[in-house]
């Protein structure tokens, strides 16, 4: 158990439709990754918060937002759903803003979401 | 980040010891090289990480090239629980993401 909590663990939708996923990192983790695992693209890193603030983005859609709250939790807000957004979703946890590079990210179960 | 690479898929016997091998032969001279797995329906865990020096912990240890352009994971006893992707990263300073290769599908044979 790496500390990370994500929900749901499944959510199955249709095309147009919007979906919250939600992560709270590991106790006094700051820092909040989002990643997509798609079967065609793989592991990607879509987007980073830290303490509040969005720090780094990657591929990350238009439709696609997050944000991170004062507690800490963050949550990913998928829109205009497509079938293509199918994948898993995964955050992931870490102490620093930008980390050493020795800095290791704590990642949660993840959330297989179903477009159809 | 610079490029990895790694072998698609590897096998072993159960109790027997795991070499994976991963080339990164453009890496820079401050980029810690990091391990992670990706175990069957589940979210990448951390394995190891290291600079220049083998590094050894309780799950697995890792051997660095002198010339640091390849680095090998060894888990000295593959158990049934270590069949998992396991993906080779680079670490820079340009920030904190981890970019995720194809990374080797490793089978554990009983």
């Known amino acids: 158990d790496s500390g990370v909590t994500q929900t749901p663990k499944h959510l199955i939708t249709a095309t147009g439709q919007r979906v919250t996923l939600r992560c709270s990192p590991r106790s006094g983790d700051l820092s909040v990754y989002w990643y997509q695992q798609s079967l065609d693209q793989g592991l990607q890193f879509l987007i980073q918060?830290?303490?509040?603030?969005?720090?780094a983005k990657g591929n990350i859609l238009e439709r696609f937002s997050a944000q991170q709250f004062p507690d800490l939790h963050s949550e990913l807000n998928l829109s205009s759903l497509e079938l293509g957004d199918s994948a898993l979703y995964f955050c992931?946890?870490?102490?620093?803003?930008?980390?050493?590079?020795?800095?290791?990210?704590?990642f949660g179960p993840g959330t297989r979401l179903l477009v159809l | 980040d610079a490029k990895t690479t790694q072998p698609n898929s590897m096998e072993s016997n159960e109790e027997e010891p795991v070499h994976l091998p991963c080339n990164h032969s453009t890496i820079s001279g401050t980029d810690y090289i990091h391990w992670y797995r990706q175990l069957p329906s589940q979210g990448p865990e951390y394995v190891i990480h290291g600079l220049t020096s083998n590094v050894n912990n309780r799950m697995a240890s890792l051997a660095i090239a002198e010339d640091r352009k390849s680095s090998t994971l060894i888990l000295h006893r593959a158990t049934l629980r270590d069949a998992a992707v396991y993906y080779c990263?680079?670490?820079?300073?340009?920030?904190?993401?981890?970019?995720f290769g194809e990374g080797t599908q490793l089978t554990v044979n009983p």
């Open positions: 918060y830290y303490n509040g603030e969005e720090r």
């Open positions: 990263i680079l670490k820079e300073t340009s920030g904190s993401r981890l970019t």
């Open positions: 992931a946890s870490s102490v620093a803003e930008r980390g050493g590079k020795q800095e290791t990210q704590y």
